[in-house]
């Protein structure tokens, strides 16, 4: 079995922990929630309502990154979630794991919306929906990855994120 290294991204909201659990047991990977990552700072930050900015991402980004490395190098492969908004944060997260593989998980404001409205005990609160939106740039044609629309049931999206790969 091929041993992938799988960013699961997108804005808060879209299912990237939910996708990307049901992905790792899938394939039997290894899985980390970027999440757990932030030092506390950066989560009482984001719980009081301000965005971060790219120098709070930055230390959080090399925490991620060096994970990434770990499973490339020792050939385990892992999923991980990790809203990974701009280029230059999916630049980071791969330069240790050149293979990375992005699945962009993509919906419609109102769908993430609605989402992030029904969640509890999460620290992201869904004023800051706007400002991942408005970060947000899309996987380019010259990046490893795809988009995943979250219309259909998770079970379906891990399917088609295993054939993704499959054909990567």
């Not at 989560?43 to 490395?69: F, Q």
């Not at 240790?96 to 109102?110: C, K, M, P, W, Y």
Request: glycine letters at 10%.
């Amino acid at each position: 079995m091929a041993h992938y290294t799988v960013v699961v991204m997108g804005v808060s909201g879209v299912g990237k922990t939910t996708v990307a659990r049901a992905l790792a047991d899938r394939l039997g990977l290894p899985f980390a929630e970027a999440d757990d990552f932030h030092p506390p700072a950066n989560v009482a930050k984001m719980s009081s309502g301000a965005p971060l900015d790219d120098a709070d991402r930055e230390p959080w980004l090399a925490s991620l990154r060096a994970w990434l490395g770990e499973r490339e190098r020792r050939g385990t492969g892992g999923v991980m979630t990790c809203s990974a908004l701009k280029r230059s944060y999916r630049e980071t997260l791969r330069a240790d794991a050149t293979g990375t593989f992005f699945l962009h998980l993509v919906g419609s404001r109102e769908l993430i919306q609605e989402r992030v409205g029904r969640r509890s005990g999460h620290f992201m609160p869904a004023e800051l929906l706007d400002s991942q939106l408005a970060d947000l740039e899309p996987l380019a044609a010259d990046e490893n990855g795809a988009e995943l629309d979250v219309g259909p049931a998770p079970a379906v999206l891990v399917e088609r994120a295993v054939a993704l790969l499959d054909g990567a």
